[in-house]
């Protein structure tokens, strides 16, 4: 495995990981990958490492280029493991390199791996020369971590973004300019959706800090880079932290009998007659980080569970969990069920109270709604949205 040039003496030296399926509850249908870029200049800087068990592949691809007992800096953008995992490996080849981090990620790395490392602590507006280059420092704490700061080389115009703007996708290519935009801009708004989307008021903040800088290329920590669309990753940003909804409705649902479901498609008829963009999500069938996507500009949320003996099916009541540690409470809410006896359809208001939703409607049917019973509910329904 080699390192990938992708500017002047700046190489991609990190790893792919086709093969995971599950980034702690994100499903990663198109894998990922941990980037890392090395800087070949009067002190030889490695930006980020990688996930710990993919160390190998991030030192053989350094050893293309150069000793890796030969690297003076290391930026630490981010603690989190996947890009911090490979740093005690680093450190073995050269107990005295300088890792350069914000105050938060010098905390982050003491508490992580509990190792006496030379820190150069930098905060915002701090520059560090490393040659013909220079290093600025931008802190964007919170997005997504306490610890997260971009790094910018004004010389050849390179945002270091660590997470902002990846995406899980893993891929030969390094930049979009290699890959199928319509994908990577998919992935980077799943992205966004599981990962950025509680921390949108950070997210305007940090924006309008690299709003500030001269970008040629955004170096991201996974998936690819950014070369041609810059303006439209950014302007993607900007959309999806600024909490703007569209006519548009995601029903969720789990179904045991298929009453929920009836009622699901009532709801749906429903939104339908008022020209809504719906999306439909059996739970059965689809995966919430999926949902968090669809979810990131609709307008609606509809959620319906059937009553399992004295609760709500432990799927809905897991996306509903997911849901409330992601969302915002820019959406109006419906939840809706069957029961048979002991209803407690209320459990998903109360998730919705706690998510910060406007509770539209709670549909309630007792067993099996007929023909007559689901189009009252879609009547009922779009009195409530028209
Ligand atoms: Fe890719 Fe927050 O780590």
């Excluded at 500017?7 to 198109?30: K, M, P």
């Excluded at 690297?71 to 005690?88: C, Q, R, T």
């Excluded at 005295?96 to 010098?106: R, S, W």
């Excluded at 940003?237 to 479901?261: A, F």
Aim: with cysteine.
């Amino acid at each position: 495995m080699k390192a990938i040039k992708i500017s002047d003496n700046i190489y991609w030296v990190g790893a792919i990981d086709w093969d995971v399926r599950n980034f702690h509850g994100y499903l990663t249908q198109r894998g990922t990958t941990y980037n890392a870029y090395l800087i070949i200049d009067k002190k030889i800087t490695l930006i980020d490492t990688v996930k710990p068990v993919f160390t190998d592949q991030l030192i053989e691809r350094i050893s293309s280029v150069i000793d890796p007992g030969k690297i003076d800096f290391l930026v630490s953008n981010h603690v989190e493991m996947d890009h911090s995992g490979a740093i005690p490996a680093i450190m073995k080849y050269n107990p005295g390199v300088e890792i350069i981090t914000c105050p938060n990620g010098e905390k982050g790395l003491r508490t992580h791996y509990k190792k006496e490392w030379r820190f150069n602590v930098v905060n915002t507006g701090d520059s560090i020369t490393i040659g013909d280059r220079s290093l600025q420092f931008v802190l964007t704490p919170m997005v997504h971590w306490p610890d997260n700061m971009l790094t910018y080389i004004p010389e050849q115009k390179i945002l270091f973004s660590n997470d902002a703007f990846g995406q899980h996708y893993a891929s030969s290519g390094r930049f979009d300019d290699e890959c199928p935009l319509d994908v990577i801009m998919e992935e980077a708004k799943k992205y966004y959706a599981n990962i950025v989307l509680p921390y949108s008021k950070q997210v305007q903040k940090a924006l309008s800090e690299a709003s500030k800088l001269d970008i040629e290329m955004i170096a991201t920590s996974h998936g690819v880079g950014w070369k041609k669309n810059i303006e439209k990753i950014l302007s993607k940003y900007e959309e999806w932290s600024s909490n703007k909804t569209i006519k548009k409705v995601v029903i969720i649902y789990d179904t045991m009998w298929k009453s929920t479901e009836k009622i699901a498609y009532a709801i749906h008829d429903a939104f339908e007659s008022q020209d809504y963009q719906i999306v439909m999500n059996n739970l059965q069938h689809n995966h919430i980080s999926d949902i968090m996507t669809e979810l990131i500009d609709a307008e609606y949320i509809c959620v319906g569970s059937p009553t399992l003996n004295k609760n709500i099916m432990p799927s809905i009541a897991g996306f509903l969990t997911y849901l409330n540690g992601l969302a915002s409470g820019n959406k109006k809410a419906i939840s809706f069920g069957s029961y048979g006896w002991g209803e407690q359809i209320k459990k998903i208001d109360e998730y919705f109270k706690n998510t910060g939703f406007e509770i539209i409607e709670s549909v309630k049917h007792k067993y099996i709604p007929g023909s007559e019973d689901l189009l009252r509910i879609k009547n009922n329904i779009i009195e409530k949205i028209k």
